[in-house]
């Protein structure tokens, strides 16, 4: 599939160099990374993996509200002086997130204009594909978020390679993203198969065509 990118929203790649001095921690698949209510003291940068946001409301109700994967931060409501997270974060895959301090990024985004219009940037973009993702879920079928997620997933390769992330995915994780089944996935998979808009071949391919399901 040729496409360029990093992550599922094309997170920017430029700040992987340009953040500053920061712990990268590995999460295990399933891991919490940092739990709604806790204490908001750090951004955190997803250098490699797939997480979940999730949300509680008061009532105990719970909601998933985006799936964020390499190039994408989260947490960082905490620069605007936000005392505590307002989602859980939580590792779908294997993921390494960079943990950085609330006043060294607050510190790079007020003395570097670059890295602060970027940012700038790359929050509206963010907000907009969750907004995407939202509308998915309330209008689209499973058939056509999964096409979505696939096609996002590609897109976290480089040119001429198969993106890593579709080995360490799975359709009961795929299920998770798209909010439903894992015999849906199944089935869904299958057919996308056989209508040559995937294949197997020592790892899953997926080509531009299935974007045709989108336009259905």
């Known amino acids: 599939m040729k496409s360029r990118g990093r992550g599922l929203l094309d997170g920017p790649p430029f700040f992987s160099t340009a953040l500053p001095t920061r712990k990268i921690v590995e999460f295990d698949s399933g891991e919490r990374i940092i739990s709604q209510g806790d204490e908001c003291t750090d951004v955190h940068y997803i250098d490699e993996g797939i997480v979940k946001l999730t949300s509680v409301s008061n009532r105990g109700r719970g909601a998933v509200l985006g799936i964020l994967g390499s190039g994408d931060f ?11 997270y307002l989602t859980s974060a939580i590792a779908l895959v294997p993921s ?3 943990i950085i301090k609330r006043k060294a990024m607050v510190r790079l985004v007020e003395e570097d204009p670059t890295v602060s219009m970027r940012f700038i940037n790359y929050l509206l973009l963010r907000n907009l594909r969750m907004e995407q993702n939202l509308m998915d879920h309330l209008f689209n079928s499973s058939e056509k978020r999964l096409a979505r997620t696939l096609l996002l997933l590609a897109r976290s390769g480089e040119e001429g390679k198969l993106p890593p992330i579709f080995e360490k995915i799975n359709q009961d994780t795929l299920a998770e993203m798209v909010g439903t089944t894992r015999s ?9 198969r056989k209508l040559g808009f995937i294949h197997y071949n020592g790892g899953l391919k997926v080509h531009n065509s299935l974007a045709r399901i989108l336009e259905e």
Do not use: A, L, T, Y
Request: proline fraction near 0%; charge should be positive.
């Open 74 to 84: 989260f947490g960082e409501s905490c620069i605007s002086g936000q005392s505590v």
């Open 96 to 98: 390494k997130v960079s």
């Open 184 to 192: 849906r996935i199944n089935f869904f998979m299958n057919k996308f």
